[in-house]
């Protein structure tokens, strides 16, 4: 009987254990599932990837902006934070670098998250303290910075829509594709200027834009269709012109050896 | 019988007069039009050109050899000078917009200075190194608050003549974005005193080795193409179908296949006619919020090359657009990428569905290569790269350079700063190659104004 009274203790005891451990983790600000179930591969976008790099900023392997997007920064972050820890370096968030990553860093979901909708950028966000500096980040829960294919901004890619859907609203999306491929072979060819801009206001070069519908707003069919067309997506078969048979007033355009027929347009070389 | 008369000529006239008015009218708007389009196009040439500048400025700051260098540097006072008549060009007589000009001046001078002097017995000093480091971030600014000023003009359809005309009447307190955004670039530069577009390393022109116009395989009959193009799609619901032939001008012969569904989707795909080969496949529809991660579909990607058939593949990039991912696969053989065999595949993020695939250049360039062994070791081929880069990744490949050959090249990913950059460094004699700075993502405008 003499174990009784010890047992009671040991009860106590850890009873109180219990409670410090349960009330310590209602304390903890994060909870250690805080990400997703996705492996994160360099190029995603979104809210993991803005608790990746703000976790990686914490014990200082992301030195760059949290601004949502997996881009070079990030992945050398992640890759150096993954030899580091042991484990293979192939630049993958999944789950065991997932749960080394919480175990070695703190995040403050909705400090950081504030903070962004206050239209902060962080320089940094680590132990010493919590700066943020006063710049202009972002707002509201829009995306910050989205992917753009290398070579290209966002207003080239807007300029291109315009020109795409001056000139072949009503066409195939195939056709509209099309349209943004001649301009991308054109910026290749030796015999034509080499920007967007200059290709597209060439005088003469095309209808659109002589008449002044190049202005019109573009949808997002035809932003759809320059980015398909940036991307590698070329249906025309490397031509250089297009034209409208119904409408075409040049005899030189018919000599053009002809590609093929999209819709309304015959692309040629 | 004279009032008739006289009523029938006057009427006349005024037809006439009023005919000639419209095709007054109708000139004078041509006119407008075209002058227009020509600021625009200045205009847009130029933040294109400050994009490039900075880019290339930043190529320079990798660099290491002077073969390389000095090509590079004349590369940036080319831009710079064609970024100068650009602004030239504007009707910004009457904004001071000097000191724009002047730092576009002193890059211009600097990278001149340098690219003709012999680097090899003169390499740049330590000084020199933080000036062309200090161009590169003034650049940035630059370019920053131009991009801010085109979104604004390509956003709210601005133009340029109503600058022109708000200047010259010098009406004070004129709201007119345009000239806002001029000023603040001018503020940005007061504190100062060629392009590829490939989206794979290399060059993007064609190899003279084309293996389609060589491709001997028999030929297929429409309809058998027609089978083949749904099972390679696999759209579902197809209610019509149309087939048209390539025409004379194409270096092959081909099929196009244009097919509807019920929905509303539309896909294309071109097959040749010798075998049949899919060259490419667009399916466009409305796609949904992402349900699948990028992984996921990067693994229904792989999956659909897998099921086709397109062997000896490696990922080689994956960017999320929206709801879409695109993936860029190259070629790899003992272990060596082969980046001239690149297929790219488009999956839809909502339901992880393939709509998007372009196998022409796998298809005109795959084959197996004779792979000789490099010449130099990678530690030998390593230190023709400057020291100030971090390398974080090496590896060999074979690229198109610019004389349009295929070479085999040590393939270096290293960090300078924040920025990332590749130095492919000929694995025969260590000719850089190519030196590009690979771009970070853009920060959305939109939110930024």
């Not at chain 1, 310590?24 to 996705?38: D, K, R, V, Y």
């Not at chain 1, 070695?104 to 500096?133: M, N, P, W």
């Not at chain 2, 996921?296 to 879409?324: G, I, P, W």
């Not at chain 2, 250049?361 to 290569?369: S, W």
Request: glycine share 8%.
């Amino acid at each position: 009987m003499r174990i009784r009274p010890k047992m009671k203790r040991t009860a106590v005891t850890i009873a109180f254990v219990i409670s410090l451990v349960t009330g310590s983790l209602s304390i903890m600000p994060e909870p250690s599932h805080a990400f997703s179930g996705q492996v994160i591969q360099k190029g995603a976008s979104g809210d993991d990837v803005i608790e990746l790099q703000a976790r990686l900023q914490y014990i200082g392997y992301y030195k760059g902006k949290i601004d949502g997007v997996y881009g070079w920064g990030t992945y050398w972050a992640v890759r150096n934070f993954q030899e580091a820890f042991g484990l293979p370096i192939d630049g993958l968030v999944g789950a065991t670098t997932k749960n080394k990553l919480v175990k070695a860093s703190k995040y403050d979901k909705s400090y950081v998250k504030s903070q962004i909708e206050k239209g902060r950028s962080f320089t940094h966000y680590g132990k010493q303290s919590k700066q943020a500096k006063n710049k202009a980040g972002s707002s509201g829960n829009k995306p910050m910075a989205t992917s753009v294919p290398p070579g290209f901004s966002q207003n080239d890619i807007q300029l291109m829509a315009n020109a795409v859907h001056g000139e072949a609203r009503g066409e195939p999306y195939e056709g509209q594709v099309a349209v943004a491929a001649v301009i991308l072979n054109r910026m290749q060819s030796q015999s034509f200027p080499n920007t967007v801009s200059g290709v597209i206001f060439e005088p003469r070069a095309f209808t659109a834009v002589a008449d002044g519908q190049i202005w019109l707003t573009p949808n997002e069919t035809s932003k759809r269709a320059v980015l398909d067309a940036i991307n590698g997506w070329d249906p025309t078969g490397d031509a250089l012109y297009y034209f409208n048979p119904d409408t075409a007033t040049s005899a030189w355009i018919w000599t053009r050896p002809q590609i093929k027929k999209i819709g309304k347009h015959i692309f040629c070389n | 019988m004279l009032r008739i008369l006289t009523i029938v000529v006057l009427s006349l006239a005024a037809v006439g007069t009023g005919f000639w008015g419209y095709q007054e009218h109708k000139e004078k708007n041509a006119i407008l039009i075209n002058a227009e389009n020509s600021y625009q196009r200045a205009f847009h040439d130029l933040t294109f050109g400050i994009d490039r500048i900075h880019d290339q400025i930043g190529a320079t700051l990798a660099m290491n050899t002077r073969k390389s260098l000095s090509p590079a540097l004349a590369d940036v006072w080319r831009l710079t000078s064609e970024a100068h008549s650009d602004v030239g060009q504007l009707p910004l007589t009457l904004l001071p917009f000097n000191k724009t000009e002047e730092f576009l001046g002193s890059i211009g001078d600097f990278s001149y200075k340098a690219a003709v002097r012999d680097l090899e017995k003169e390499p740049l000093t330590n000084e020199e190194y933080a000036h062309l480091k200090n161009l590169h971030e003034q650049s940035a600014d630059i370019q920053n608050e131009l991009r801010k000023v085109q979104h604004m003009v390509l956003k709210n359809n601005l133009r340029w003549m109503d600058v022109e005309l708000a200047l010259a009447t010098e009406k004070e307190g004129t709201d007119n974005t345009i000239i806002d955004g001029f000023k603040t670039v001018e503020k940005k530069s007061q504190g100062y005193s060629e392009t590829n577009v490939s989206t794979l390393p290399g060059d993007m022109n064609k190899l003279d080795d084309n293996h389609l116009k060589k491709n001997k395989a028999a030929p297929i009959s429409q309809k058998e193409a027609v089978e083949k193009a749904k099972e390679y799609v696999q759209m579902k619901q197809v209610n019509d179908i149309k087939v048209t032939k390539s025409g004379k001008g194409s270096d092959f012969s081909f099929y196009s296949i244009h097919m509807t569904n019920k929905d509303g989707g539309e896909a294309s795909i071109d097959m040749t006619r010798r075998g049949g080969y899919p060259l490419w496949y667009i399916i466009n529809r409305e796609v949904g919020k992402p349900a699948l991660s990028l992984n996921d579909a990067n693994n229904k990607a792989v999956e659909f090359l897998n099921r086709n058939k397109m062997k000896d593949l490696v990922l080689y990039d994956s960017t999320q657009y929206d709801n879409v991912g695109v993936f860029t696969f190259v070629g790899e053989q003992d272990g060596i990428r082969i980046y001239p065999d690149a297929v790219k595949v488009k999956v839809a993020l909502d339901n992880g569905q393939v709509v998007g695939v372009a196998a022409n250049e796998y298809l005109e360039n795959h084959h197996e290569r004779k792979l000789e062994k490099p010449a130099l070791t990678e530690s030998e081929a390593e230190k023709f790269i400057n020291s100030k880069v971090e390398i974080q990744e090496e590896r060999l490949a074979v690229i198109k350079n610019d004389l349009n050959k295929e070479v085999l090249c040590y393939e270096f990913l290293g960090t300078l700063g924040e920025d990332t950059y590749r130095i492919l460094i000929n694995a025969k004699d260590g000719t850089e190659e190519q030196v590009e700075k690979l771009r970070r993502a853009e920060p959305v405008y939109d939110n930024l104004l």
